[in-house]
């Protein structure tokens, strides 16, 4: 089955009851375990996800680990397994309850406390997750759910871990998808909106999505102004906005803000780095809340907020007010030392005035030349020396005016950079959001219709570059498989469809002809080398050892001189086994036996791999017992024939007896029964 049908049971033990929702990685159901009676999650993935072996390798392995995760605060994955058709199948525990974006929806933002312990707690799952090597990706509202315990509190887990990714290293796969987004975009981080420049991600990519849902529980709104795919991507190029008064009916301690506002730095470095240093300091903020909550501000419809500042005492002003009521004498004239003191005033005043001139020249200066900085240092140093200065409010104006203008141009940058590098992935949807931010950001931009034109063809680029990879896979098979013609006939499609990539294909043909020639003579000096080694050609063998050297590994060709020196010494022993023989046999025909055993034993001691001396000591031995033997029955006999020549008929009868125990077929035995019988007796 494609989808599974209400009703229908997959593989004999989860019933179908209904459908909960469907995404981009599949469809969701909710599912009964018909031995267990219990209801479940069942998350059908699409099959394409997993159509190689590479990403059902990935899958098998990420929902291993999802199984060592055991929080109270995390869902548990109980089974996943491939259907027949080929799709794969997760099983998780089913929280019953409401997410964090449904409960946003309908009522709104949290309460103060209820929203630090919930994130509390979603952090808690979080370090679970990450503890055993792992990131979700895929942070956002509605994988958080809210459920009342048993006890009657609020409880929070952390749902749908399909995304997630081991941090281990893995042959043959980038752990963190270099170049790939995974995710929901409204909720990813920087370094996942900047993946196809080369960004990895680790664990803080989900501490940062988590204050972005933190943000939206504490005030309801996002915590950047732009909708869509600008707000993608001004959180790679801008700060995220205030969160005290980013809701004017909420109230938000400054404790509290500071530890969002740290989660959601765009420099990871920046971000609380682990999810125990995150916790720590939002319990503190808790503990500071004391018994405050969530505070209902009343705002006066149409009143508009007050402006930064507003109703601070303008100190300067004040000062001049100050200066305006000087004491003269008592008799209306000035004394000499009061003379003389207002005299020295007033060239204090003339010089002050005459440095901040000269201040304000030289910050005009570095604000034309674009150095911010450096104008931003001289504007705060004659706010300090003299913070009522003709024209520095024109300067703070221009000064606000250039950062406008440098963040702006570093915005532009930054959207460049990431078209560009969506546009070289052929990343259309990405690219797609990044044009249209950037062109939000600079309608007229001057390269406005080369990036349209270029996100318009990347479909037919796609479709191109999925025809040459076709090809050039096709054209490598056959050259795998010596298909000289199919090879042909793919180069010539090759130059069609890209002449570059026909090029590269060109050289990996002429390559793998070279390596076969190469093959093919290497194979021709080993036939011939074992075939002179067979027939006793060692020389012969040795000059095409030679021809081999450079062609093959060192080691292959230690091991053919090993079989050359095996060759030349077995040689060598047959040579020094047959002279053996011969000398073994002369002394074994005159009886010489002792000469005969040092002939075996000088051979053993030059070729102790050799089995014949061995031999010829068994030989030996038999032929020594036989020689032996012969003597004994030629003396017995000697002996019965002189007992019968001297008539002693009882002593040759005994020494009969001996000779046959030692001989019992002796065939003189009739004879000498007879001759001692006719004795007598």
Known sequence: MAVPDVGSVLEGKYEILRRLGSGGMGDVFLARHLHLDEVRVVKVLRREIAADEASQRRFLREARLATQIKHPNVAILHDCSRLPEGSFYMVWEYVEGQDVGTRLAEGGPFDLEDAVQLGIQALRGLEAIHSIGVIHRDVSPDNLMIFTSARGDQRLKIIDL??????????????????????????????????????????RTDLYSLGLVLYEMICGQPPFAGSGPAAIFQRVSEDPLPLAGRNPGVDVPEVLERVVMRALRREREARYPDAVSFIEDLDAAGRALSEVSTRKVEVVPGAAAPAPGAGAPDTAQAGTARAGTATGSRSGELTREERESLLAQIDRAAERVREGTQVINHAQEALAAGRITEARSLIERLEQVSPGARGLNELRGALEEAERTATGDQRLAELEQLLT????????????????????????????????????????????????????????????????????????QLRKLDPEAAQRFSLEVEAARGEAAASAEVERHRERFTAHLEAGRLDAAAHELDGLR??????????????????????????????????????????????????????????????RPRTMYEELGKLEASSRRRASILDGERQVEALIAKGDADQARLALKILLQIDPENARRHKLEKQIAALGG
């Open 162 to 203: 399909g995304l997630a990714r081991t941090l281990a290293p893995d042959p043959g796969h980038e752990v963190t998808l270099v170049g790939t987004f995974m995710g929901k975009l409204r909720y990813c981080s920087p370094e996942q909106a900047r993946m196809s420049e080369g960004e990895t991600l680790d664990r």
């Open 421 to 492: 590098g969506y546009l070289k992935k052929k990343q259309k949807p990405l690219a797609q959001m990044a044009l249209d931010s950037l062109l939000d950001l600079k309608p007229n931009h001057p390269r406005r219709a080369d990036f349209e034109s270029w996100v318009a063809l990347l479909d037919q680029e796609v479709e191109q570059d999925a025809r040459v990879s076709e090809a050039l896979a096709a054209g490598r098979e056959a050259l795998a498989a010596g298909d000289e013609r199919r090879t042909r006939r793919q180069l010539d």
């Open 550 to 611: 450079g062609k093959v590994s060192r080691l292959t060709l230690d091991g053919y001189r090993q079989s050359l020196e095996e060759a030349r010494r077995g040689g060598e022993r047959r040579r020094g086994e047959a002279e053996a023989d011969r000398l073994f046999r002369e002394r074994v025909e005159k009886r010489d036996w002792r000469g005969a055993r040092q002939v075996a034993s000088a051979l053993a001691e030059r070729f102790p791999e050799s089995d």
